[in-house]
């Protein structure tokens, strides 16, 4: 009888730090996985500031395209060219802070994936210490009931 409890606890004791090493390994994939969504939406912020600042570049080109085309054809920047100018320039500028917007958002969701990772780690860890726990004190119940009925 003493063997068979001993050999019971014994294997309730390995299941215990298994089930304990299981929640700690949830929790560090969680801190891996924010970590790596962290690292990823600062690239896609660094996208996002490059796409915008490649359309600024672009929107000044085509700006003085336009002034170019203006001033070989004999005209003036005043009145509707000016306007013509002005809007190309505003357009332009709303489509660069767009996609820049867009990217940011795109990391924001990164971001907040990262932290779910992180937030679902750390219950798993929780859940395997009240499983290890759990199982530790039912076996440890049905070892007294056992010993107690061959008593």
């Given at each position: 009888?003493?063997?068979?409890?001993?050999a019971l606890?014994?294997?309730?004791?390995l299941?215990?730090?298994s089930t304990?090493?299981?929640g700690n390994?949830?929790e560090?994939?969680?801190?891996?996985a924010?970590s790596?969504?962290?690292?990823?939406?600062?690239a896609v912020?660094?996208?996002?500031?490059d796409?915008a600042?490649?359309m600024?570049?672009?929107?000044?080109r085509?700006?003085?395209?336009?002034?170019?085309?203006i001033?070989?054809?004999?005209?003036?920047?005043?009145?509707?060219?000016l306007?013509?100018?002005a809007e190309?320039?505003k357009?332009f500028?709303?489509?660069?802070?767009?996609?820049?917007?867009?990217?940011?958002?795109?990391a924001t969701?990164?971001?907040?994936r990262?932290?779910?990772a992180?937030?679902?780690g750390k219950?798993?860890?929780?859940n395997?210490r009240?499983?290890?726990?759990?199982?530790?004190?039912?076996?440890?119940?049905?070892?007294?009931?056992?010993?107690?009925?061959?008593?």
């Amino acid at each position: 009888m003493f063997w068979a409890l001993a050999a019971l606890a014994a294997g309730e004791g390995l299941k215990f730090a298994s089930t304990w090493a299981e929640g700690n390994e949830a929790e560090e994939q969680g801190k891996i996985a924010k970590s790596q969504a962290f690292q990823e939406a600062e690239a896609v912020k660094m996208s996002g500031r490059d796409e915008a600042l490649q359309m600024r570049h672009e929107a000044e080109r085509f700006k003085a395209s336009q002034i170019a085309t203006i001033s070989a054809n004999g005209g003036m920047l005043t009145g509707s060219a000016l306007l013509v100018v002005a809007e190309s320039a505003k357009n332009f500028e709303l489509d660069a802070l767009t996609s820049e917007r867009n990217y940011m958002v795109n990391a924001t969701n990164i971001q907040n994936r990262g932290i779910l990772a992180e937030y679902e780690g750390k219950v798993a860890k929780k859940n395997a210490r009240l499983r290890a726990f759990g199982s530790l004190l039912g076996t440890a119940g049905q070892s007294y009931l056992s010993y107690k009925k061959n008593a």
